[in-house]
Protein backbone atom coordinates (compact mmCIF):
# COMPACT_ATOMS: atom_id res chain seq x y z
CA UNK A 1 0.00 0.00 0.00
CA UNK A 2 1.38 3.02 -1.09
CA UNK A 3 1.10 6.86 0.62
CA UNK A 4 -0.05 9.65 -0.59
CA UNK A 5 -0.26 12.78 0.90
CA UNK A 6 -3.61 15.58 0.09
CA UNK A 7 -3.39 19.28 0.65
CA UNK A 8 -6.99 20.06 0.82
CA UNK A 9 -7.63 23.67 0.46
CA UNK A 10 -9.82 26.97 -0.97
CA UNK A 11 -6.67 28.79 -2.68
CA UNK A 12 -4.69 27.82 -5.22
CA UNK A 13 -2.68 29.52 -7.53
CA UNK A 14 -5.47 30.00 -9.82
CA UNK A 15 -7.51 30.76 -7.09
CA UNK A 16 -5.16 32.89 -5.25
CA UNK A 17 -7.01 34.84 -2.27
CA UNK A 18 -3.72 35.34 -0.01
CA UNK A 19 -0.59 33.67 1.14
CA UNK A 20 -2.15 30.26 0.34
CA UNK A 21 -2.35 30.22 -3.14
CA UNK A 22 2.03 31.13 -2.71
CA UNK A 23 2.70 28.12 -0.54
CA UNK A 24 0.26 25.66 -2.41
CA UNK A 25 2.29 26.55 -5.72
CA UNK A 26 5.13 24.98 -3.90
CA UNK A 27 4.98 22.62 -1.17
CA UNK A 28 3.24 19.97 -2.31
CA UNK A 29 6.03 19.57 -5.33
CA UNK A 30 8.87 20.09 -2.71
CA UNK A 31 7.51 17.35 -0.15
CA UNK A 32 7.09 14.78 -2.98
CA UNK A 33 10.40 15.78 -4.27
CA UNK A 34 12.07 15.65 -0.36
CA UNK A 35 9.99 12.64 1.25
CA UNK A 36 9.40 10.60 -2.32
CA UNK A 37 5.73 10.56 -1.27
CA UNK A 38 3.13 11.42 -4.07
CA UNK A 39 0.82 14.53 -3.24
CA UNK A 40 -2.22 15.95 -4.74
CA UNK A 41 -4.10 19.26 -3.76
CA UNK A 42 -7.55 19.07 -3.93
CA UNK A 43 -9.81 22.09 -4.45
CA UNK A 44 -13.15 23.78 -5.63
CA UNK A 45 -13.44 24.27 -9.05
CA UNK A 46 -13.83 28.60 -8.68
CA UNK A 47 -16.72 28.68 -11.83
CA UNK A 48 -16.46 32.75 -10.65
CA UNK A 49 -13.09 33.41 -10.58
CA UNK A 50 -11.01 34.16 -13.78
CA UNK A 51 -7.87 32.19 -13.36
CA UNK A 52 -9.93 29.35 -12.60
CA UNK A 53 -11.89 29.82 -15.54
CA UNK A 54 -8.73 30.05 -17.56
CA UNK A 55 -7.64 26.72 -17.08
CA UNK A 56 -11.39 25.15 -17.74
CA UNK A 57 -10.00 23.75 -21.51
CA UNK A 58 -7.19 21.32 -19.26
CA UNK A 59 -9.40 20.17 -17.23
CA UNK A 60 -10.15 16.23 -17.35
CA UNK A 61 -13.15 14.41 -15.71
CA UNK A 62 -11.52 11.79 -13.39
CA UNK A 63 -14.96 11.10 -11.91
CA UNK A 64 -17.90 11.42 -10.32
CA UNK A 65 -19.13 10.97 -6.66
CA UNK A 66 -22.28 11.22 -4.68
CA UNK A 67 -22.18 12.79 -1.31
CA UNK A 68 -25.14 12.58 0.99
CA UNK A 69 -26.50 16.00 1.73
CA UNK A 70 -29.78 16.60 3.91
CA UNK A 71 -32.11 13.91 2.57
CA UNK A 72 -31.01 14.18 -1.03
CA UNK A 73 -27.55 13.23 -2.52
CA UNK A 74 -25.43 15.88 -4.39
CA UNK A 75 -23.42 14.50 -7.83
CA UNK A 76 -20.03 16.01 -7.77
CA UNK A 77 -17.52 15.56 -10.30
CA UNK A 78 -13.82 15.14 -9.90
CA UNK A 79 -11.95 17.35 -12.42
CA UNK A 80 -8.03 16.63 -12.60
CA UNK A 81 -5.61 19.43 -13.88
CA UNK A 82 -2.06 19.40 -14.44
CA UNK A 83 -1.47 15.62 -14.82
CA UNK A 84 -3.43 15.25 -11.39
CA UNK A 85 -1.30 17.47 -9.20
CA UNK A 86 -5.16 19.47 -8.56
CA UNK A 87 -8.08 17.57 -8.17
CA UNK A 88 -11.14 20.21 -8.72
CA UNK A 89 -14.11 19.39 -7.20
CA UNK A 90 -17.87 20.62 -9.09
CA UNK A 91 -20.77 19.92 -8.16
CA UNK A 92 -22.43 17.61 -11.40
CA UNK A 93 -25.05 19.76 -13.34
CA UNK A 94 -27.90 18.55 -14.61
CA UNK A 95 -28.21 19.11 -18.42
CA UNK A 96 -24.83 20.09 -19.27
CA UNK A 97 -21.28 18.74 -18.77
CA UNK A 98 -19.07 20.01 -16.04
CA UNK A 99 -15.93 21.76 -17.32
CA UNK A 100 -13.67 19.07 -18.34
CA UNK A 101 -16.50 15.87 -19.02
CA UNK A 102 -16.07 16.40 -22.59
CA UNK A 103 -12.21 15.58 -22.58
CA UNK A 104 -12.52 11.85 -20.99
Not at 7 to 12: A, H, K, L
Not at 29 to 51: A, C, M, R, Y
Not at 53 to 80: M, N, Y
Amino acid sequence: MSSKIAFVTYETPFAPCGGIAAMIRHLPDQLQKSSGVDTTVITPFHHNIEKTISIEPHLKHKAQIHVPFGREEVAIDILTYNDDKYQCIHPATAGRPAPGHLST
